[in-house]
C-alpha cells in the first residue's frame, strides 16, 4: 500500500500550548509547547494509530478532505497541516530450511543485536534486495593485484619479463 497523507488540525490551547488531532482517527492527539513540537508528536501518533488499527485488522480509512473537516466549537485553529504515514505491511510465514550451524550463528547475531531471528531475516533480506552488483565485466579481476591483493615479490625461474 502507498504513503497516505491524512490531515491534522493543529490548535491553539492556554498558555501558549499547541495541540493538533486526526478527523479520521478519534482519540488520535498530541500536543506541545510550541507549534514544531505539537507537529513533531501528531506524526509519531498517527504512526502509532495506523500501527494499532493494522493490529487490530482494522482497514485504514480514507482521508478526510481539509474542506469538510468542521472544527468544535470554540477551538482556536491554528492551521491544518497533512501528515504522511506508511501503512504497516503484513507478514506473512515462510517455512525455510537451513543448516543447524548457520541458524545457531544467525540467533547468536540476532541477539548481540537485540532482534528476533524473523527481524534478523529480514534485515538481511532487505539489505540484499538493495545490494546492487557490478554491472558484468566490471567485477571481474584486471590483473593479478586485483586478484591476489598484492604483487608477486619473487620471480619465477625460468620465465622471461614481459616487455
Do not use: L
Given at each position: 500500500m502507498k504513503r497516505r497523507l491524512y490531515p491534522a488540525v493543529l490548535e491553539r490551547g492556554p498558555r501558549g500550548a499547541f495541540g493538533a488531532w486526526f478527523p479520521d482517527f478519534p482519540g488520535c492527539v498530541a500536543a506541545g509547547r510550541s507549534q514544531e513540537e505539537a507537529i513533531e508528536?501528531?506524526?509519531a501518533a498517527l504512526a502509532q494509530a495506523v500501527d494499532g488499527w493494522a493490529e487490530q485488522g482494522r482497514t485504514l480509512p480514507e482521508p478526510t478532505p481539509i474542506e469538510r473537516i468542521e472544527p468544535p466549537k470554540g477551538s482556536?485553529?491554528?492551521?491544518?497541516?497533512?501528515?504522511?504515514?506508511?501503512?504497516?505491511?503484513p507478514s506473512e510465514r515462510v517455512n525455510v530450511y537451513l543448516p543447524k550451524s548457520l541458524i545457531a550463528r544467525i540467533d547468536k547475531r540476532a541477539a548481540e543485536l537485540g532482534m528476533s531471528r524473523s527481524s534478523l531475516f529480514g534485515f538481511a533480506a532487505t539489505l540484499a534486495l538493495e545490494w546492487r552488483l557490478p554491472p558484468p565485466g566490471l567485477a571481474a579481476p584486471r590483473?593479478?593485484?586485483?586478484k591476489t591483493g598484492a604483487l608477486r615479490a619473487e620471480k619465477r625461474p625460468g620465465k622471461k619479463p614481459a616487455r
Open positions: 508528536r501528531a506524526e482556536d485553529i491554528a492551521a491544518f497541516f497533512m501528515v504522511g504515514v506508511d501503512p504497516p505491511d590483473s593479478k593485484v586485483h
